[in-house]
């Protein structure tokens, strides 16, 4: 593959590295002050979070959580994706509404959800590395005051003992199409949009976000995927298109691969 073709060569490496390394500054910057530009446009406007797209709240019916039951019950004998599906199928019923409705899958052109994905996702970077930076040297102190350790997460110290390239690619089209998709459905498309019944827009982001950080089992990654949820549920309140997130999320988890196979060409 191209990183580790690249960085095989010390003079090639050097190069090819400080060029990305610009290239991806610019990209991360420009995308940050566009989605100022955006934000404070909205806000003015009044339609930042109240935008006449933003999903609708719904209450979940009584047999609701028989439905969620039986979805928990389902994990012991089929795949995870069960455990998604059964709640999924409660809230389209409940909220009697097709995918186009709830989802907002029509909302943007493929030229547009492009654009605002890339834009979006350069945005969310720019803030993640510098709080990435801090989130694990603060875990890591606080954690060497008890001795306890601090691992990567269990899907990142999978990825790095991948060396055959099916491996890697069949991982990636995991991380960057699936793990998305389905992540989105629930945190953003059911818990975010069921829990702003019961609370406000900016809790229930938070809320939700905090779900999806812990649920990734990782100490060190808690803050930043915390905000990275935020940041995914106010895209799905301005635009009422999950679209958004799905693909933010998704080129998010590319970008992050993509570096993981750089410092595996480099080592």
Not at 63 to 85: E, K, T
Not at 103 to 108: A, E, S, Y
Not at 170 to 186: C, D, G, N, T
Request: aromatic share 16%.
């Amino acid at each position: 593959m191209l990183p580790f073709a690249v960085t095989a060569v010390s003079e090639l490496r050097t190069n090819w590295l400080t060029v990305v390394t610009w290239a991806f500054s610019l990209y991360i910057s420009v995308s940050f002050a566009c989605v100022i530009w955006y934000a404070v446009r909205e806000a003015r406007a009044g339609q930042l979070l109240q935008s006449p797209h933003s999903p609708a709240k719904f209450i979940l019916p009584p047999w609701f959580w028989q439905a969620l039951l039986l979805g928990i019950f389902s994990i012991f004998f089929f795949p995870p994706l069960f455990f998604v599906i059964v709640p999924m199928l409660a809230v389209l019923i409940s909220s009697e509404k097709d995918s186009t409705g709830l989802w907002g899958v029509d909302r943007f052109s493929v030229g547009g959800l492009a654009k605002w994905s890339l834009l979006y996702c350069g945005a969310v970077i720019f803030v993640e590395i510098p709080l990435a930076d801090w989130s694990e040297n603060f875990f890591t102190v606080l954690l060497k005051q008890f001795n306890l350790s601090n691992p990567e997460q269990a899907t990142v110290e999978a990825f790095k003992s991948y060396h055959r390239w099916k491996d890697i690619v069949f991982f990636l089209l995991q991380a960057v199409i699936l793990s998305p998709i389905l992540e989105e459905i629930f945190f953003r498309g059911f818990l975010f949009t069921y829990l702003k019944s019961h609370t406000s827009i900016l809790l229930a982001a938070v809320l939700s976000a905090g779900v999806f950080a812990f649920a990734h089992v990782n100490l060190g990654s808690v803050i930043p995927l915390w905000f990275l949820g935020v940041a995914l549920a106010l895209a799905y309140q301005n635009t009422g298109s999950l679209l958004l997130p799905i693909c933010v999320h998704g080129l998010f988890n590319l970008l992050t691969g993509l570096s993981l196979l750089i410092d595996k060409g480099n080592s």
